[in-house]
């Protein structure tokens, strides 16, 4: 006989159900425009007040839990499924959630919807949250980096440009998975960081090959890079789950073709500027090349680390990990190839090291990612520990 309980809540004129992946309601009797996930105000009972065979019921990972909610004459039903980690010691409020996100709050995960759906570009184009986070957000926040390709191509600094990308790659898989699990764990189902996790570990073999061999990355093979890219983008399109959609936006993209333009232009300049003044440093201060590109590559991180916080924060993980692992999907295929693409990218023995030590973080981060299904906060501290080696190297 299925478990039952029934919640009593009432409306409120700043309900906006806008939230991407969660569902809330609160037993206080106030909501402010800023409660984008809430409901329903003034509840009878919050997740601590709900019967204990309920709760037990719940903590089965393989229990399925069915939520209707009911306004109006109108009617919404969320499925999600039980977790052992539910608390339900909450005395404030129920949350149900699309992520594996756990909290004192919330009574299931993995809802097939939220109030909003996902965010409006998903939308527009029928693809889910980690989709977007993998290629629009994650190329997006690489221009530094395929700028910084380009130009170190055509100045011949070869070894910067694999130092960047490294020490690009390297500190987004974990000082940026780190710094992200810190403001809440991180998480995401087995089956997308196999998928996506494996497309980065590939990629970066692919870039390991095209470096090692020859010492140098061709004309070719950096349109090779670039195609290859542009194939595993295809294969994940067409192999999209589109369980969470959203509807089209309504706001003109004028402005954010403007912004765009603009922010273009400063990282060409930026680019510019950093391998110009990369090779100066490194001769000034006789340390090699790579060495500088892998600290340039922390700064140029920035960018993935700031858009996967402003993520996780808005209770989108989707779009956190997908920004991190697309990056680092999009900075040793994309990135490179259209460096080399531009102009050789030849390179020296000392690269070998940081590339092979790329590979081998990457693989553990993924690896307790695919075990977990989340980076909590002692796995934080471990992701942050884990860059360390990048700079003795």
């Known amino acids: 006989m299925p478990e039952r309980q029934t919640l009593h809540a009432s409306g409120h ?10 569902l809330e309601v609160t037993t206080d009797d106030y909501l402010t425009p800023a409660g984008d996930c809430i409901v329903g ?4 009972r919050a997740a601590a007040d709900l019967d204990p065979d309920f709760v037990a019921a719940c903590r089965d990972a393989d229990a399925t839990i069915t939520a209707t909610v009911a306004a109006g004459g109108h009617e919404a039903t969320v499925t999600g499924r039980g977790d052992p980690r539910l608390t339900f010691e909450s005395e404030r409020s129920v949350v149900l959630r699309t ?6 709050r919330t009574v299931l995960v993995g809802a097939d919807r939220a109030v909003e759906g996902v965010t409006a570009l998903a939308g527009r184009y029928g693809v889910s949250t980690f989709f977007v986070g993998l290629t629009v957000v994650a190329v997006g926040s ?9 130009y170190g191509a055509l100045y011949g600094a070869g070894d910067l440009v694999v130092g ?10 974990t000082l940026g998975v780190g710094v992200v699990a810190l403001a809440g764990p991180l998480a995401v189902s087995r089956r997308k960081t196999l998928t996506y996790g494996g497309g980065m570990l590939a990629a970066m073999a692919v870039m390991a090959f095209a470096v090692t061999t020859g010492h140098v990355v061709s004309h070719v093979e950096g349109v090779v890079l670039v195609c290859v890219y542009a194939v595993f983008l295809g294969t994940l399109y067409e192999h999209e789950d589109y369980d969470e959609l959203a509807d089209p936006p309504d706001a003109t993209p004028r402005r954010a073709v403007l912004w765009a333009v603009v922010g273009l232009a400063l990282v060409v300049v930026g680019g510019h500027l950093l391998v110009t003044s990369g090779r100066s440093l ?3 201060a006789g340390v090699p090349t790579y060495l500088v590109g892998v600290v340039t590559g922390l700064g140029t991180t920035l960018p993935e680390i700031a858009v996967a916080l402003l993520a996780v924060r808005r209770d989108r993980d989707g779009i956190a990990v997908g920004t991190l692992l697309g990056s680092n999907i999009t900075d040793p295929l994309f990135s490179l190839g259209v460096g080399a693409a531009a102009g050789t990218v030849p390179v020296s023995a000392s690269v070998v090291a940081p590339l092979a030590y790329m590979a081998v973080a990457s693989a553990v981060v993924v690896a307790v990612l695919a075990r977990e299904g989340a980076v909590t906060r002692w796995g934080a501290l471990f ?7 990048t700079l003795l190297l």
């Open 282 to 284: 490194a001769a000034d």
């Open 41 to 44: 105000v003034d509840a009878d």
């Open 164 to 173: 960047h990308v490294v020490g690009s790659a390297t500190s987004q898989i």
């Open 383 to 389: 992701c942050l520990v884990l860059y360390l080696p």
């Open 13 to 22: 004129e700043h309900v906006a159900a806008t939230h991407a992946s969660t």
């Open 99 to 104: 992520s594996d996100y756990v909290d004192d």
């Open 142 to 150: 690489s221009l530094p980096e395929i700028a910084t390709s380009v």
